[in-house]
T-cell receptor, first 113, second 114 residues
Framework: AQTVTQSQPEMSVQEAETVTLSCTYD???????LFWYKQPPSRQMILVIR??????QNATENRFSVNFQKAAKSFSLKISDSQLGDTAMYFC??????????FGPGTRLSVLP | DVKVTQSSRYLVKRTGEKVFLECVQD?????MFWYRQDPGLGLRLIYF???????EKGDIPEGYSVSREKKERFSLILESASTNQTSMYLC?????????????FGDGTRLSIL
């Protein structure tokens, strides 16, 4: 069975600083996809970034980037130049096929002014 | 943009009631999902459906059932609501074409069972 672990239940960062959220996962499969989702307070969950396991290059989406270490089964999210609007729950997710998603427990990030 | 609409943002029901949570998506997605979200536990999959009239159990199906009579609509049913089913319920959909398609989520329904 696939599992996803986020070891940091809560984190905080000063506005304009950089923060890294950690995620590890466990699978015996070699071809899969990883996602980071963001859920702002009382708002809809939205996709932040995704990574295909067969790609060695780390995905980047504006201020968001990942550090994907396949051998270590690690998929961390780096947020640069943190903004107040980045305050949210962040979920790491693993997908093996189109129907099998596994989510981590989430990290609550607070961006402080 | 994909829109996933859940019928209620907040719902209060009583123990033993039959509860229906409705979800509609407008992007002709094949896959639809129901999760419950609890603090410290993340999202746990209750049921999913990859086609009309098809359903598959997720990790925590006990006490729930689902219905998918039309492609755009996926209903979650609590047959006899209990207090331990108080939670946030999230509906999601995704395209079945390829395995890299992310899920799109609704706003969630916060359900309280008294």
């Amino acid at each position: 069975a696939q599992t996803v672990t986020q070891s940091q239940p809560e984190m905080s960062v000063q506005e304009a600083e950089t923060v890294t959220l950690s995620c590890t996962y466990d699978t015996s499969e070699s071809n899969y996809y990883l996602f980071w989702y963001k859920q702002p307070p009382s708002r809809q969950m939205i996709l932040v970034i995704r990574q295909e396991a067969y790609k060695q290059q780390n995905a980047t989406e504006n201020r968001f980037s990942v550090n994907f270490q396949k051998a270590a089964k690690s998929f961390s999210l780096k947020i640069s130049d943190s903004q107040l609007g980045d305050t949210a729950m962040y979920f790491c997710a693993f997908i093996l096929d189109g129907q099998n998603f596994v989510f981590g427990p989430g990290t609550r990030l607070s961006v402080l002014p | 943009d994909v829109k996933v609409t859940q019928s209620s943002r907040y719902l209060v029901k009583r123990t033993g009631e039959k509860v229906f949570l409705e979800c509609v998506q407008d992007m002709d997605h094949e896959n639809m999902f129901w999760y419950r979200q609890d603090p410290g536990l993340g999202l746990r999959l209750i049921y999913f459906s990859y086609d009309v009239k098809m359903k598959e159990k997720g990790d925590i199906p006990e006490g729930y059932s689902v219905s998918r009579e039309k492609k755009e609509r996926f209903s979650l049913i609590l047959e006899s609501a209990s207090t331990n089913q108080t939670s946030m319920y999230l509906c999601a959909s995704s395209s079945g074409q390829g395995s890299s398609q992310p899920q799109h989520f609704g706003d969630g329904t916060r359900l309280s069972i008294l």
